[in-house]
């Protein structure tokens, strides 16, 4: 299931980012999903429930920006964003092969709260 290796990667950047900032839990992740990633959102949320269960980002909300497919005509040189799934040059009318932006899957940002509720390793030093 595409969504659900996707998931899976996701849970691993998050997982790594968490160690990085020494975060405790995780309460939000934004994703940037470009259109051509074929991405369905809620079947990503729903698999990521299931492999972030007993892990730091558990039950963390998936916002998800999509991103639209960007083009570049061959023939005039022209970039522009495919609307509507015209593949289609709007400058010359030329049909549109090379994709330049819309499969990329981003994590943009990652909030969540530094465990230190305890307190116990307040003002220990060493690193
Ligand atoms: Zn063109």
Do not use: W
Request: glycine residues 8%; contains cysteine; negative net charge.
């Amino acid at each position: 299931m595409h969504e659900l290796s996707i998931a899976q990667s996701l849970l691993d950047i998050i997982v790594d980012e968490s160690k990085n900032h020494r975060l405790g839990h995780v309460n939000l992740v934004r994703l940037r999903v470009g259109e051509l990633a074929a991405v369905v959102s809620e079947s990503l949320r729903f698999c990521f429930d299931l492999v972030s269960r007993d892990t730091v980002a558990s039950g963390a909300i998936i916002e998800i920006e999509t991103v639209a497919v960007t083009a570049r005509c061959d023939k005039c040189d022209f970039s522009f964003e495919i609307k509507d799934r015209v593949f289609e040059c709007p400058r010359c009318a030329e049909p549109v092969f090379e994709m330049v932006g819309g499969r990329e899957l981003y994590v943009m940002s990652i909030e969540g709260e530094t465990g230190e509720e305890d307190g116990a390793d307040k003002g220990a030093g060493g690193s």
